[in-house]
């Protein structure tokens, strides 16, 4: 059982920007190859970090209107937000350890 949750731009504001903790933000597509192959190390990280920060998956297809506001325009990019705020932010596919550091800043 994975523990990141799928939301859209609906639950995007009580699931991310009101959230108490840090949530970490995969934005992706069906489609796209290399968030694909993020996906198990985004799945790694939920269960490294859980109780610390919460992950959260969208679908940019889905979704346009999230990753138009927040600059969305390549995938997978993943956005951390802390308090409501933009904390941290990954373009393209990124090794293991450069998530955990942008990860690690936010705590």
Known sequence: ???VKEIS???FEQ?????PVPVAVDFWATWCGP???LAPVIDELAEEYAGKIKFVKIDIDDNGDSATR?????????IVFKDGEIAARTVGLQPKPV???KLDSVL
């Open 15 to 19: 699931e991310v920007m009101k959230s």
């Open 35 to 37: 968030c694909k192959m």
């Open 9 to 11: 731009s609906a639950d």
């Open 70 to 78: 927040f600059q969305v325009m390549s995938i997978p990019t993943v």
């Open 1 to 3: 059982m994975s523990n």
């Open 99 to 101: 998530l955990k550091s």
